[in-house]
């Protein structure tokens, strides 16, 4: 006999062009959504990138120091990290669709603020808000490019965003130099706009997703409660040692207020009903191992793209232009690994073995960049950036699509932002404390240098006034003997940052290889959830009338569940 298929499962009474059902996407409809969500990562990654290699100038014709320099680059890192869990949240109560065009605004209007700045403090607050919506448009694209693409297809899409990133950071610093170069480094600000127009008009006519109809429940305590927690600690890490001594009572307000705030938000965190972080995730190994790398990864990646502008200009005297060419290897690394191996995985399956290789290949990446100088060979600086980006490439996206592998499709948001937000601030942490660790070194350097230039040639002296308050130099507009004295101040500086990062790849590598090596799922969260929403629908159906039961008869749980495209 035939039974009856419940009343919860027919088709919604309309749905729009290459979707079904489910919701899910196919042919030119998937196709043409998958462009506007690339196009606001491209938007993300160009403004974030477009300004890397001007931020020497753009701080020293501002009037800032090095410290202002690193805040300048970790206040939007700090408020992307921050925001990111919660925009996880909101995408599993709400319309993903709508808040990836709320963060596109978001972001855009912050770089346009910024883009007005008139001293270091007023871009620094501005950079701010331009971090709130990078927070929402790198966690929200992951979670859509999950809802409507499975698990093993996905791989190459991840490789896709990694080209899309490759891409942008290569384009970016090329585009930010000859705009500063042309015309000033504030049109920087400006360049990503027409794109995220464009992106916002695009998702609206081409992204429809069935959004899952749940009482919106923020936790707002939580949130406040994480947020100053690691605000407290990455302040810390920034201003220690230059501002005040690592060993002192702001060290011990800062760290113990830091460590006690995220302790009080553990616990609130456990008993919150939709909490912004849900603790029962680390139990999966998978997720735990994931973040735990992720983190190593994000030191990696955020502090090469900040540090190498600052190389190139301040410890080899090259131009915004210049110094965007020369980072080329770094992002052709990126984009040929994160590529191949997205390919390679979606058509084998296979996932561990390129992320292990991924691993060994980012440490060896950290060791090359470590042996930096003002003088080493460039041939030599391009293939340790070739091979750092080719590390990254390799597991920075594959560690999110494992996770979403993983988890239940009604957590897809929480789990992958979580990932992110936890690369971010392993990002921000590591880059503030190489920037603490390169002003101490740089300062201590040119006093060495100085002692030395001082015994030698007295008269070049008179050039040192241009240092004066630890200041980033305008490199061109200082004397010859001087110029030397900061030019291999910088370059040995940024070296040994990076060799001092390098051993956090070896919790990189251990943290995969504990990573389960779970076989990739061949549907997508929308298919899952939707498979999901059935079996509960025909259970809630059996209760009431049996197999038999009328259309009808079965209660309305999955339909309001299902919700409408938007």
Same mark, same amino acid.
Request: net charge positive; glycine share 12%; hydrophobic share 50%.
């Given at each position: 006999?035939?039974?009856?298929?419940?009343?919860?499962?027919?088709?919604?009474?309309?749905?729009?062009?290459?979707?079904?059902?489910?919701?899910?996407?196919?042919?030119?409809?998937?196709?043409?959504?998958?462009?506007?969500?690339?196009?606001? $990562?491209?938007?993300? +990654?160009?403004?974030? !990138? *477009?300004? =890397?290699?001007?931020?020497?100038?753009? %701080?020293? #014709?501002?009037? /800032?120091?090095?410290?202002?320099?690193?805040?300048?680059?970790?206040?939007?890192?700090?408020?992307?990290?921050?925001?990111?869990?919660?925009?996880?949240?909101?995408?599993?109560?709400?319309?993903?669709?709508?808040?990836?065009?709320?963060?596109?605004?978001?972001?855009?209007?912050?770089?346009?603020?910024?883009?007005?700045?008139?001293?270091?403090?007023?871009?620094?607050?501005?950079?701010?808000?331009?971090?709130?919506?990078?927070?929402?448009?790198?966690?929200?694209?992951?979670?859509?490019?999950?809802?409507?693409?499975?698990?093993?297809?996905?791989?190459?899409?991840?490789?896709? $965003?990694?080209?899309? +990133?490759?891409?942008? !950071? *290569?384009? =970016?610093?090329?585009?930010?130099?000859? %705009?500063? #170069?042309?015309? /000033?480094?504030?049109?920087?600000?400006?360049?990503?706009?027409?794109?995220?127009?464009?992106?916002?008009?695009?998702?609206?006519?081409?992204?429809?997703?069935?959004?899952?109809?749940?009482?919106?429940?923020?936790?707002?305590?939580?949130?406040?409660?994480?947020?100053?927690?690691?605000?407290?600690?990455?302040?810390?890490?920034?201003?220690?040692?230059?501002?005040?001594?690592?060993?002192?009572?702001?060290?011990?307000?800062?760290?113990?207020?830091?460590?006690?705030?995220?302790?009080?938000?553990?616990?609130?965190?456990?008993?919150?009903?939709?909490?912004?972080?849900?603790?029962?995730?680390?139990?999966?190994?998978?997720?735990?191992?994931?973040?735990?790398?992720?983190?190593?990864?994000?030191?990696?990646?955020?502090?090469?793209?900040?540090?190498?502008?600052?190389?190139?200009?301040?410890?080899?005297?090259?131009?915004?232009?210049?110094?965007?060419?020369?980072?080329?290897?770094?992002?052709?690394?990126?984009?040929?690994?994160?590529?191949?191996?997205?390919?390679?995985?979606?058509?084998?399956?296979?996932?561990?073995?390129?992320?292990?290789?991924?691993?060994?290949?980012?440490?060896?990446?950290?060791?090359?960049?470590?042996?930096?100088?003002?003088?080493?060979?460039?041939?030599?600086?391009?293939?340790?950036?070739?091979?750092?980006?080719?590390?990254?490439?390799?597991?920075?996206?594959?560690?999110?699509?494992?996770?979403?592998?993983?988890?239940?499709?009604?957590?897809?948001?929480?789990?992958?932002?979580?990932?992110?937000?936890?690369?971010?601030?392993?990002?921000?942490?590591?880059?503030?404390?190489?920037?603490?660790?390169?002003?101490?070194?740089?300062?201590?350097?040119?006093?060495?240098?100085?002692?030395?230039?001082?015994?030698?040639?007295?008269?070049?002296?008179?050039?040192?006034?241009?240092?004066?308050?630890?200041?980033?130099?305008?490199?061109?507009?200082?004397?010859?003997?001087?110029?030397?004295?900061?030019?291999?101040?910088?370059?040995?500086?940024?070296?040994?940052?990076?060799?001092?990062?390098?051993?956090?790849?070896?919790?990189?590598?251990?943290?995969?290889?504990?990573?389960?090596?779970?076989?990739?799922?061949?549907?997508?969260?929308?298919?899952?959830?939707?498979?999901?929403?059935?079996?509960?629908?025909?259970?809630?159906?059996?209760?009431?009338?049996?197999?038999?039961?009328?259309?009808?008869?079965?209660?309305?749980?999955?339909?309001?569940?299902?919700?409408?495209?938007?």
């Amino acid at each position: 006999m035939t039974q009856t298929r419940p009343a919860a499962t027919k088709p919604r009474a309309r749905t729009r062009a290459g979707t079904d059902t489910d919701g899910v996407l196919h042919g030119r409809a998937k196709n043409l959504a998958l462009t506007g969500l690339f196009l606001s $990562m491209a938007v993300s +990654m160009l403004s974030m !990138t *477009v300004v =890397g290699t001007s931020m020497p100038i753009i %701080i020293a #014709d501002l009037g /800032g120091d090095q410290a202002a320099f690193t805040w300048v680059v970790t206040a939007t890192m700090l408020a992307s990290a921050i925001s990111t869990p919660i925009w996880g949240k909101l995408a599993d109560l709400t319309s993903k669709k709508a808040l990836l065009q709320i963060s596109l605004v978001l972001f855009t209007l912050g770089s346009a603020l910024a883009g007005m700045a008139q001293d270091p403090g007023w871009l620094i607050a501005f950079r701010v808000f331009q971090g709130l919506g990078a927070g929402g448009l790198g966690a929200l694209g992951q979670i859509v490019l999950a809802e409507i693409i499975s698990p093993l297809e996905r791989g190459k899409y991840m490789g896709i $965003m990694g080209a899309i +990133m490759a891409v942008s !950071t *290569v384009g =970016g610093p090329l585009l930010g130099g000859a %705009i500063t #170069d042309a015309i /000033g480094w504030r049109w920087n600000f400006y360049v990503a706009a027409p794109i995220a127009v464009v992106a916002i008009i695009v998702l609206q006519q081409t992204l429809h997703l069935h959004t899952t109809k749940r009482k919106v429940k923020i936790d707002y305590l939580g949130a406040t409660l994480i947020s100053a927690g690691f605000a407290s600690l990455l302040i810390w890490v920034t201003l220690g040692g230059s501002q005040f001594d690592w060993w002192s009572w702001e060290t011990l307000a800062m760290v113990g207020g830091g460590i006690l705030t995220l302790l009080i938000a553990g616990i609130v965190e456990a008993k919150a009903a939709e909490p912004l972080i849900p603790l029962h995730l680390f139990k999966n190994r998978t997720f735990t191992m994931s973040v735990i790398a992720s983190i190593a990864v994000g030191l990696a990646m955020f502090g090469t793209s900040v540090f190498l502008g600052q190389y190139m200009q301040l410890a080899r005297g090259k131009t915004p232009t210049e110094s965007g060419l020369l980072t080329i290897p770094m992002m052709a690394g990126v984009l040929l690994a994160s590529t191949i191996v997205g390919q390679i995985i979606s058509r084998t399956g296979k996932w561990k073995r390129y992320m292990v290789a991924g691993s060994f290949i980012l440490a060896l990446g950290l060791v090359m960049m470590g042996q930096l100088r003002y003088d080493t060979s460039f041939w030599y600086v391009g293939a340790s950036m070739f091979v750092l980006g080719a590390g990254v490439g390799m597991c920075m996206q594959n560690l999110v699509l494992v996770v979403q592998n993983t988890v239940s499709p009604n957590e897809l948001g929480v789990s992958s932002s979580a990932v992110t937000f936890f690369r971010t601030i392993g990002g921000t942490a590591g880059m503030s404390a190489m920037g603490a660790m390169l002003s101490h070194q740089v300062v201590q350097f040119i006093s060495d240098g100085f002692e030395k230039l001082a015994r030698t040639n007295p008269a070049a002296m008179a050039g040192a006034d241009a240092l004066k308050g630890g200041t980033i130099p305008k490199i061109a507009e200082l004397p010859a003997p001087i110029r030397d004295v900061v030019e291999s101040a910088y370059g040995h500086g940024i070296g040994d940052i990076f060799l001092a990062a390098s051993p956090v790849a070896i919790v990189a590598i251990v943290a995969i290889l504990l990573i389960p090596n779970i076989p990739l799922s061949s549907k997508s969260a929308a298919q899952q959830r939707a498979e999901l929403e059935r079996k509960a629908a025909e259970t809630a159906a059996e209760a009431a009338g049996g197999p038999g039961a009328a259309p009808g008869t079965a209660p309305d749980a999955a339909s309001e569940t299902h919700g409408a495209a938007r």
